[in-house]
T-cell receptor
Framework: QKEVEQDPGPLSVPEGAIVSLNCTYS??????FMWYRQYSRKGPELLMY????GNKEDGRFTAQVDKSSKYISLFIRDSQPSDSATYLC?????????????FGTGTRLTVIP | DSGVTQTPKHLITATGQRVTLRCSPR?????VYWYQQSLDQGLQFLIQ???????AKGNILERFSAQQFPDLHSELNLSSLELGDSALYFC?????????????FGPGTRLTVL
């Protein structure tokens, strides 16, 4: 079993829809939870991060972490064609000295105008 | 633009060959990470260097090796290449080891092994 599981999609939604992206994980030591966005032929870029449990909002994006269920979500409101990309969840432990990230396989999102 | 540069952009080679991928981190970043991205496995951590020293190892094959030079640029060496090594190879850099320690990714090197 992989440490981080993510539905690869693809996901296709009409412009203006609410998008929900999710990941589950097995390592209870993960403390940093991130969402990266990767456009075609580009490297991933950090979209949002959350430390430990809770919610975080940034404009149209909301990240949620439920550590009791080992489940994280990213919600995109009023989705735009420019949101079309692959979204990767990523996680890491704290305090191990190594900062490598554990990624989900990514969900490809297409927002149709 | 993340500030991380990788060369070459594309590499096509044959099985059994050896290649070297190069990464220059963002100015001031001491940590360099290498990741492999394939369609079925997603992004997999290979190895991390911090200020010239190996810091962490992930699922890196023995045929692969890396180093970080005094000017902080890093090279990933892949030898005895197999078809399954075809993938995107990303380098990322970060400034510190503690806290969020955001990793900035380069544009990647696409390796095709024929």
């Amino acid at each position: 079993q992989k440490e981080v599981e993510q539905d690869p999609g693809p996901l296709s939604v009409p412009e203006g829809a609410i998008v929900s992206l999710n990941c589950t994980y097995s390592n209870s030591a993960f403390q940093y939870f991130m969402w990266y966005r990767q456009y075609s032929r580009k490297g991933p870029e950090l979209l949002m991060y959350t430390y430990s449990s809770g919610n975080k909002e940034d404009g149209r994006f909301t990240a949620q972490v439920d550590k009791s269920s080992k489940y994280i979500s990213l919600f995109i409101r009023d989705s735009q064609p420019s949101d079309s990309a692959t979204y990767l969840c990523a996680m890491r432990e704290e305090g191990t000295g190594a900062n490598n990230l554990f990624f989900g396989t990514g969900t490809r999102l297409t927002v149709i105008p | 633009d993340s500030g991380v540069t990788q060369t070459p952009k594309h590499l096509i080679t044959a099985t059994g060959q050896r290649v070297t991928l190069r990464c220059s981190p963002r100015s001031g970043d001491l940590s360099v990470y290498w990741y492999q991205q394939s369609l079925d496995q997603g992004l997999q951590f290979l190895i991390q260097y911090y200020n010239g020293e190996e810091r962490a190892k992930g699922n890196i094959l023995e045929r692969f090796s890396a180093q970080q030079f005094p000017d902080l640029h890093s090279e990933l060496n892949l030898s005895s290449l197999e078809l399954g090594d075809s993938a995107l190879y990303f380098c990322a850099s970060s400034a510190r080891l503690a806290g969020l320690n955001e990793q900035f990714f380069g544009p990647g090197t696409r390796l095709t092994v024929l």
